[in-house]
């Protein structure tokens, strides 16, 4: 609400509660994304290597303070207490925060002088002459005081939406790794990147009809995911989080089965009948056991009738 830049990290661990404190989960992409009170659009990222943990923190404060609100890094205990040796960063201005202008700020532009377009403004810096203003979390107009009327909220949250708006206009698609459709899709996310990696090459080494998208951002998702989904037969999240299996007790049924996180959340945003896979060890994915699911669900999909 009052629309302050800030970084946050979570690494990812077994739960609920304290759950498995030193163990490995992928459990809080729709709680990071929706738990809060009230709308709350945020920008989520999640790294699938630990170079990559290095990257995005430089990313995420970029987009921070280039769109005035919450920028959550996700990650998970696998990147958190992994090794890995990847090239020396080479420091440039470009990595760096850039330096606060020190100049007075314009007289009559208001702290919150938000684009129609894209939601976004300029924001004064503490000590910024003339850049003084009223910094509240409740409603507010655009000169930041408090509102209760039902047009200044409106406004408010109209803005705070845009952003993650125009922050999407500017993403561009997932790579595919492997053909461009065909019979299964794998859609990952986080630290399975490089099991899902091996498990679909494996596959594909051997004839089977499968390729893969790894997704690093989750809000907002990245674009053209509904065009790239109905190019191939199925559809099917790899994660490390809760699902009920395929093979369940009588009790749960197609309409009453708990998906996996990404699941949920793609399904929602492209309408597509995604599928899940996971489980909840605690324990990295193995190559060997996505493999497994891939060629079952093959070998099934090719025993029925295109």
């Known amino acids: 609400m009052a629309e302050i830049p800030i970084v946050i990290v979570i690494v990812q661990r077994g739960g609920p509660s304290t759950g498995l404190p030193t163990k490995v989960e992928q459990g809080e992409l729709l709680p990071t994304i929706f738990g809060a009170p009230g709308d709350d659009p945020k920008i989520v990222l999640a790294a699938a290597t630990i170079e990559e943990c290095y990257q995005f923190v430089i990313t995420a404060r970029e987009l921070a303070e280039q769109f005035r609100g919450p920028v959550i890094l996700l990650t998970d205990a696998n990147l958190a207490t992994g090794v890995a040796p990847f090239p020396r960063p080479e420091l440039s201005v470009e990595s760096m925060a850039a330096d606060i202008d020190p100049s007075p700020w314009p007289v009559g532009v208001p702290p919150y002088d938000w684009d129609p377009d894209t939601g976004l403004s ?35 949250c109209e803005m705070r939406s845009r952003k993650l708006a125009a922050l999407r206009h500017t993403l561009r698609p997932p790579v595919i790794r492997g053909d461009d459709e065909g019979d299964l899709l794998i859609v990952g996310w986080g630290s399975t990147l490089g099991a899902i990696d091996e498990a679909v090459e494996r596959a594909r080494g051997e004839g089977h009809s499968v390729s893969s998208v790894h997704l690093r951002f989750l809000s907002p998702l990245e674009p053209g995911l509904t065009e790239i989904f109905s190019r191939f037969r199925q559809v099917l999240s790899v994660e490390i989080n809760y699902s009920d299996p395929v093979e369940s007790p009588p009790l ?49 999909l090719r025993g029925v009738a295109r």
Do not use: M
């Open 252 to 300: 749960i049924r197609k309409e009453t089965r708990r998906l996996s996180q990404l699941a949920r959340l793609l399904r929602t945003r492209t309408l597509v009948d995604v599928d899940s896979w996971s489980n909840v060890h605690g324990q990295p994915l193995r190559p060997g056991q996505i493999y497994a699911e891939i060629v079952k669900r093959c070998e099934a």
């Open 122 to 156: 300029p924001r004064p810096v503490p000590g910024q002459p003339g850049g003084e203003y009223v910094l509240t979390g409740l409603a507010h107009t655009k000169f930041g005081k408090v509102a209760y009327d039902p047009h200044a909220n409106q406004i408010g």
